[in-house]
């Protein structure tokens, strides 16, 4: 699913959000692990506004694990707790289950004390698109799930799914738009795919990925996947040209190496960069954070 997003559509899943806000008791907003601020809504502090939150950094299998906690640390920091998650496996999903359940412990004792003991904690999930909202979802719904019937006096379709005996889930979850203010941003967005080529063209998002590669001291990745040497790079790097000639003359090998050639010789740019993407997208380059918070 690929929407642009006008300020109608941002209004809109403003309002729908705010609408499901007022049925939870907490919030799970989760972030892609590999970039957490660059994949947060720009909007999240006022469209919360004060509703208890905790924030799960999804896809921390493709993230550096030494970097993710540095992230929890940051948020705990602001008073926000954290946790990490790997939706594909579940991994850390039921301890975000058993935080939600900690986080409302003072709130279900006021409640028990006003005689309204059993009610059940429900929760919902936000985020950007392809941040793994839906994955999240099953995973905490496993297999023992069962959709609870719409309530009375709900005029909206909503359905929740019980995810234990104390924890209930809103079972869609609320979209909201990415940020889309700085090239940086759209740049981490446009490798973790959140962004598809609505900003820059394929090739140039390739680029981008190996510039950023280089420019943070990780050629390793290049040289173990694609086979280009250290000795290789180097040279390029020598080269009496252009920085970005240089970054486009490392692409142009990686394609080589990867045999990425169309009749007459010349490099498959398109075919390079989809390579490149997809390997980036799927792990296969590795654990990449691509942003770590100031110390
Ligand atoms: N590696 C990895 N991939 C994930 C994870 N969570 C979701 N995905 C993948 O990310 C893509 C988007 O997931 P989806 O749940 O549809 O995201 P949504 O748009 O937020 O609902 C899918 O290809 C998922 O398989 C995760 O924790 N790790
Ligand atoms: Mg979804």
Redesign the pocket.
């Known amino acids: 699913?690929n929407i642009n997003w006008y300020p109608g559509h941002m209004a809109k899943a403003k309002r729908e959000i705010k609408e499901d806000l007022k049925l939870v008791d907490i919030v799970i907003e989760?972030l892609d692990a590999r970039c957490p601020l660059a994949s947060q809504n720009p909007d999240i502090k006022e469209i919360i506004a004060g509703k208890k939150r905790i924030i799960v950094l999804?896809?921390?299998?493709?993230a550096e694990d030494a970097i993710t906690k540095e992230w929890i640390e940051y948020f705990k920091r602001q008073g926000i707790c954290a946790l990490s998650?790997?939706?594909?496996s579940g991994f850390g999903v039921d301890k975000v289950s058993a935080t939600v359940e900690a986080n409302m412990q003072a709130e279900l004792e006021k409640n028990a004390g006003k005689g309204r003991v059993g009610r059940t904690i429900r929760a919902c999930i936000i985020?950007i698109?392809?941040?793994?909202?839906?994955?999240?979802i099953n995973r905490m719904a496993k297999k023992t799930a069962v959709e609870v019937a719409n309530r009375p006096g709900v005029t909206k379709k909503n359905k929740w799914i019980r995810v234990n005996n104390k924890i209930e889930l809103l079972d869609t979850?609320g979209v909201l738009w990415p940020k889309l203010e700085s090239r940086e941003t759209a740049l981490y967005l446009s490798f973790t795919g959140t962004i598809k080529e609505e900003i820059l063209d394929k090739i140039e998002i390739a680029y981008e990925l190996i510039r950023y590669f280089l420019q943070t001291g990780r050629e390793e990745v290049l040289i173990s996947r694609y086979g280009i040497t250290k000795e290789q790079i180097q040279q390029i790097r020598q080269m009496d040209a252009e920085e970005n000639e240089k970054y486009y003359a490392i692409f142009l090998e990686i394609g080589k190496k990867r045999g990425a050639i169309i009749s007459g010789g010349a490099i498959d740019e398109e075919k390079v960069a989809r390579m490149l993407l997809e390997e980036f997208k799927n792990?296969k380059l590795g654990k990449i954070s691509l942003e770590r918070p100031h110390k």
Request: aromatic residues 4%; charged residues 20%; without cysteine.
């Open positions: 699913m989760l999804n896809k921390a299998d493709l998650t790997d939706s594909n985020g698109p392809n941040v793994g909202k839906s994955s999240f979850p792990g």
